[in-house]
């Protein structure tokens, strides 16, 4: 067994066996290009966001196979020496273009493109897909959830419910880049800078002889951040009064009033309201009321409804897992080939399910904005080598009702998607995850908030140019479909 892991063998394995195959058939060469889309936004939200591109970079970079691959690739038979051999000398030669981290992105366009030979552009499928699969769905997640939140501090609080180490870690991180103020993952914070924090466990309180003398203790080693679990017991009975009576006799005389209180059970907005008052009538009025347990967006949006005075949320096991819908969806697709003279040859993938049918060709997505406002309005995927005549009014269909027809005028048009690698090399400059952050935030300010409803936002507009959709139906055509 190997001794150590990195993520060079995390194929699905028939990328081996494909790869193998165009070796000895002559096509390790052939350059081809595949799209990285998805079909649906989770949860049916009006948009997505991208993230997970620096841990692909990274992955890129480090992608070699050494002698124990070699030996398990040997030992599973189906592989020939040739093959073996150019395996240990294999590095990523292509280009990558990607949206950057924290892009809103819509379904049915290219969020990141592959141009390589055969065999790389193959290999590296499965770790792409896993890697925007998962931290997309959770920044999509937590930013629905940090939008319904108003303006609260929301902090993820999910690491034991994830589905494992990487989940947890890259996770959090997601959930940062996405509006999170930060995580309960210790790891996240070494390894990412998502700002960790916490507070107590009920274990805490349990390990005293009484409530009082646990929160008095957390008041004397940590001053200048106690925040105290209240509901072990009883929440108005003795945990409020408790920790009044010690933020009093600790804090007060120290000259601090930055303290907290935390609802982990119990009828949240009726507990915080009462603790509200009680706080202010002890003169505490700078102390928060934190809540957590198992919140979601809805939850949070009901709770500030009804009058819950609440200031910040800690959310866990819905957000870390998206277990209103835990399925993002991105797949991965041949869109052309080029020839001997390095001329680019759309493929089409046809399906009897029309959402399956793709999009063929080389393409950039261009964003529309509008002059006026500011504002995105919609997207259009074009030819590579297109040139978007913004100077002109555009006219873009509704991609989910296309006799809907719209037209848009005093526009510009900025392409998303950024060079990542080139000739196998590294030409994008790695944004910090709090540049990521302060990007996401921005890019989001820019949606219509129709687009950002929870129940039915509006459709927004992603349409193909007329010159790539002239390409599409021709393809149709040639394979006998109207």
């Not at 003279?341 to 063929?360: A, F, R």
Request: charged share 25%.
């Amino acid at each position: 067994m190997k001794e150590h892991m990195n993520h060079t063998m995390l194929f699905d394995f028939y990328e081996l066996t494909m790869g193998n195959g165009y070796f000895q058939s002559g096509m390790a060469d052939q350059i081809c290009y595949f799209d990285v889309f998805f079909r649906s936004v989770p949860d049916g939200g009006g948009f997505a966001i991208a993230a997970g591109l620096e841990q692909i970079i990274h992955y890129i970079q480090e992608l070699r196979f050494d002698e124990e691959d070699i030996a398990y690739l040997r030992g599973k038979g189906c592989f020939c020496e040739e093959f073996l051999d150019y395996l240990r000398t294999f590095r990523f030669s292509g280009d990558i273009w990607s949206v950057p981290e924290g892009t809103p992105v819509f379904p049915r366009e290219p969020i990141l493109t592959v141009r390589a030979p055969a065999i790389e552009a193959q290999f590296i499928e499965t770790f792409l897909l896993l890697t925007l699969n998962h931290q997309s769905l959770i920044a999509t997640k937590s930013n629905r959830i940090v939008r319904a939140a108003q303006g609260r501090p929301v902090s993820e609080f999910g690491s034991r419910r994830a589905q494992g180490p990487d989940a947890a870690i890259l996770g959090a991180r997601a959930s940062y880049i996405a509006g999170c103020a930060g995580t309960a993952c210790t790891q996240a914070d070494e390894l990412y800078g998502s700002p960790a924090g916490g507070t107590m466990a009920h274990s805490w309180v349990q390990m005293f002889p009484d409530e009082y003398t646990a929160f008095k203790t957390y008041c004397e080693l940590y001053p200048e951040s106690a925040t105290l679990l209240v509901d072990t017991y009883n929440v108005l009975k003795s945990g409020v009064p408790n920790a009044i009576r010690a933020f009093k006799e600790v804090l007060l005389p120290k000259g601090i009033t930055k303290c907290a209180i935390r609802l982990d059970s119990g009828d949240l907005t009726y507990l915080s309201r009462k603790a509200r008052q009680m706080l202010d009538e002890a003169g505490l009025t700078d102390c928060k009321i934190v809540a957590s347990n198992a919140l979601d967006e809805y939850l949070i949006r009901d709770l500030l409804l009804q009058g819950a005075a609440i200031d910040s949320f800690g959310v866990g096991e819905r957000l870390i897992t998206s277990k209103s819908e835990p399925v993002f969806g991105c797949v991965y697709k041949l869109a052309a080939v080029e020839d001997a003279e390095g001329n680019i040859i759309p493929k089409i993938k046809i399906s009897e399910n029309p959402s399956k049918i793709t999009t063929p060709h080389f393409k950039k997505v261009c964003r529309i904005f509008s002059r006026d406002s500011g504002k995105a309005l919609a997207d259009l995927v074009c030819l590579r080598d297109e040139t978007v005549d913004d100077s002109q009014p555009l006219e873009l269909f509704d991609p989910d009702a296309t006799w809907k027809r719209k037209i848009f005028t005093n526009v510009e048009a900025r392409e998303l998607m950024v060079p990542i690698f080139q000739h196998g090399e590294l030409v994008y400059k790695i944004p910090s995850i709090i540049e990521s952050r302060v990007y996401c935030a921005a890019q989001i300010d820019l949606l219509w908030d129709e687009v950002k409803r929870f129940e039915n936002p509006h459709t927004y507009y992603v349409d193909l140019s007329q010159k790539l959709w002239n390409t599409k139906q021709a393809l149709l055509k040639e394979q006998g479909k109207d």
